[in-house]
């Protein structure tokens, strides 16, 4: 599978789903809703996110009572970066929640906030995904050093990419789509 089907494929057939989701953290009736939301993972259909399914209540509940409380800190973020190194901060002592957590829970409230990445974060699933395209490992990465066809894709649609079709990119040869890559992202 190319790059230029892969990102053709997400933007088709992901996107308007995800899109979706952010318009739903966005027009929640308050930040402190968009917040309880985000932390107990919470989608529009009122389900948990495949994502965070393994996590427990308690460790979601925990991570609720941490955040509710930087509510008034998350407001005052002035771009995604900040507001996601305070999401990580206040939740890097809980146990049982992990950096894609972090990560998901930080886009949804900064939805909310109209705050979105300006780089592509990458955490277990995107490194995944970015290996083969013989990227760094670092916490994030600039749009300008992925392949072109990627930057038709917001940051945060990239990171979704890097995740959803981290097997396709890693293939050696391009085997046929299997519909189970539409169920890899977060919006689900």
């Known amino acids: 599978m190319t790059f230029d089907v892969i ?106 906030l109209n705050l979105f990445p300006k780089k592509v974060y990458l955490h277990a699933g995107t490194l995944l995904g970015a290996r083969p395209l013989g990227l760094r490992a670092a916490a994030a990465l600039n749009v300008f050093e992925l392949p072109k066809e990627f930057r038709l894709l917001k940051p945060h649609e990239i990171e979704d990419v890097l995740c959803i079709f981290k097997d396709e990119l890693k293939a050696s040869a391009a085997p046929p789509m299997t519909p189970h890559i539409f169920e890899r992202s977060w919006c689900n």
């Open 7 to 112: 990102v053709r494929t997400y933007m088709r057939r992901i996107r308007p789903r995800a899109q979706a989701e952010i318009n739903w953290f966005a027009h929640q009736p308050s930040l402190h809703v968009a917040i309880e939301k985000a932390a107990l993972a919470i989608n529009g259909r009122g389900k948990r996110y495949s994502h965070q399914r393994r996590l427990t209540k308690l460790a979601l509940e925990r991570a609720l009572g941490a955040l509710s409380k930087r509510a008034g800190a998350m407001e005052e973020a002035d771009d995604f970066s900040e507001l996601f190194d305070l999401i990580d901060a206040t939740l890097e002592p809980l146990p049982g929640l992990g950096e894609l957590y972090v990560y998901d829970t930080s886009l949804r409230i900064g939805a909310k």
